[in-house]
Nanobody
Framework: VQLQASGGGLVQAGGSLRLSCVASGLTFSSYTMGWFRQAPGKEREFVAAIRWSSDRTYYADSVKGRFTISRDDAKNTVYLQMNSLIPEDTAVYYC???????????????WGQGTQVTVSS
């Protein structure tokens, strides 16, 4: 299984980015997908998740209303649209997958390599 995240970069506060994560080696439609992030010196934290077989989503309070997670099962891809970015969003963002799981913080089986997002003030 491989999860390939991309789309990170440097953006000014208030700007937007869209992250993508392409999955291979699994039946994508059977996996709940999540996004996590880790800032320097901090623990990894949950950002958002989208459930398999439905569009049910779950967000961390810190990103609710600014970030949107979506998926395209035909393309084996999960997206994270990030709007109104703030410097506190600066982190390495990781995608993750779990088989037929709930859209929650826990229980992910596979992880991608991460993509850096830097928000300047």
């Amino acid at each position: 299984v491989q999860l390939q995240a991309s789309g990170g970069g440097l953006v000014q506060a208030g700007g937007s980015l869209r992250l993508s994560c392409v999955a291979s080696g699994l039946t994508f439609s059977s996996y709940t997908m999540g996004w996590f992030r880790q800032a320097p010196g901090k623990e990894r934290e949950f950002v958002a998740a989208i459930r398999w077989s439905s569009d049910r989503t779950y967000y961390a309070d810190s990103v609710k209303g600014r970030f949107t997670i979506s998926r395209d099962d035909a393309k084996n891809t999960v997206y994270l649209q990030m709007n109104s970015l703030i410097p506190e969003d600066t982190a390495v963002y990781y995608c993750a997958a779990k088989f037929q799981g709930t859209a929650s913080l826990y229980g992910y089986d596979f992880w991608g390599q991460g993509t850096q997002v830097t928000v300047s003030s």
